[in-house]
């Protein structure tokens, strides 16, 4: 590939596994022995665990994020056919669910700064057709949850965090999860809590919302009632195994969130005075989780090749905003609509920053990174 022997990734997922390795292979051996795989006391235990990480009064584990956006809507009490309303700059798995709980999804573009929803945006385009409103809390940082909260809670419509990204990230004092009505994570591998599969949960508010998530998950039965199905539900587990490795994780995930931290510090420093836009510090009652460290700069893609021609896994964090992209056309809009999202798709670089990275390599990104802006 590159000219450089060492390959940089955009994400390690051998080094963050490192640190559990003996831990998990003790706990794989148990649980091979017991038998219990699916709904098991490593399950209720991680759920417990979790809930109290985000401080949220519930949390029940499902088969991955996806899952846990469009149950989350369901188990709210959405209605078909509904609007739910979301932003163009996330991962296409946002508006998927929205679908799949049998909702519209209408968008709101984000603020430039902050990149996540405008909340201004927001009170113009909500009214009696919104069922339901989805903030995604992009790449680690929190949206303006302290302004988006009070709008929706003066409409009487409920409020789904997109929260997969966002594993810990706080403001005020609250975390990712405490804020909505319920909250949805993904523990795919790459994300800031990472299972070794596919894996998510929801976090949530009322016990009501929760029971409705325990009954869908698993076919729509009742706890102990297991041939009794009293809504239509699905398979959407999250299994023992990965349970039992998520809670493992856990317990280091402040350390690894103030890793990343540190890391993104240090690309501050190193990338000052360069012509790229930073990702706006947080206010000091915020902090964010860098799920990605995503720079702006004007010649995105002839940056990004000089990168990846380097051996350093630069990323884009997305290049095509939902509304632009193939599958979402019916949604009816178009080039322009939601001008600060088309222009973040354009410039947006997500560069390395995971637990374990090395100064050394951030300094060789951002040599790379000075070369290529000269
Ligand atoms: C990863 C992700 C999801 C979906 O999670 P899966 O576990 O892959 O289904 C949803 N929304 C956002 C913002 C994500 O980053």
Redesign the pocket.
């Known amino acids: 590939m590159g000219e450089s022997a060492v390959e940089l990734p955009l994400f390690d997922l051998a080094r963050g596994l490192d640190v559990v390795r003996s831990e998990a292979v003790a706990t794989f051996d148990r649980l091979l022995g017991s038998g219990e795989f699916i709904l098991g006391p490593d399950l209720d235990e991680f759920e417990y665990l979790f809930a109290e990480f985000c401080g949220a009064e519930h949390c029940v584990g499902v088969s991955?994020?996806?899952?846990?956006?469009q149950l989350g809507l369901i188990a709210l009490g959405v209605e078909p056919g509904a609007d739910v309303l979301t932003v163009p700059n996330?991962?296409v798995?946002?508006v998927e669910?929205i679908a799949a709980a049998g909702c519209h999804p209408r968008l709101v573009d984000v603020d430039p700064t902050h990149r996540c929803m405008d909340p201004a945006q927001l009170s113009a385009v909500l009214d009696r057709d919104t069922g339901a409103v989805v903030p995604?809390?992009?790449f680690g940082r929190l949206a303006p949850m302290t302004e988006i909260s009070p709008i929706c809670a003066s409409a009487g419509v409920p409020v789904l965090e997109?929260a997969?990204?966002a594993h810990g990230a706080m403001a005020v004092g609250r975390r990712a999860g405490s804020w909505g009505d319920a909250a949805?994570f993904?523990?795919?591998p790459?994300?800031n809590l990472g299972a070794v599969g596919?894996?998510?949960a929801i976090v949530c508010r009322a016990s009501t919302t929760a029971d409705a998530v325990r009954s869908l998950r698993h076919h729509g039965s009742l706890p102990g009632q297991p041939n009794c199905h009293v809504r239509r539900g699905t398979t959407a587990r999250l299994d023992n195994l990965q349970a039992a490795l998520l809670s493992l994780r856990l317990a280091r995930l402040d350390e690894d969130n103030d890793e990343r931290r540190r890391a993104a510090e240090i690309y501050r420093d190193l990338l000052e005075g360069l012509p790229l836009i930073l990702p706006e510090r947080e206010s000091p009652d915020e902090a964010q989780v860098y799920?990605l460290f995503v720079v702006e700069v004007a010649d995105r893609d002839y940056v990004l090749r000089r990168l990846r021609h380097a051996g350093i896994g630069a990323g884009v964090h997305y290049p095509t905003p939902i509304h632009l992209q193939p599958a979402w056309r019916h949604l009816g809009y178009r080039r322009g609509d939601f001008p600060v999202a088309e222009h973040l798709a354009e410039h947006c670089l997500s560069l390395p920053c995971f637990p374990g990275i090395t100064e050394d390599e951030q300094v060789r990104v951002a040599d790379v990174l000075a070369e290529a802006l000269r």
Do not use: E
């Open positions: 991955d994020g996806s899952a846990a956006l996330t991962f798995a946002t669910a995604v809390h992009l997109d997969a990204q949805a993904s523990f795919y790459t994300k596919d894996g998510g799920h």
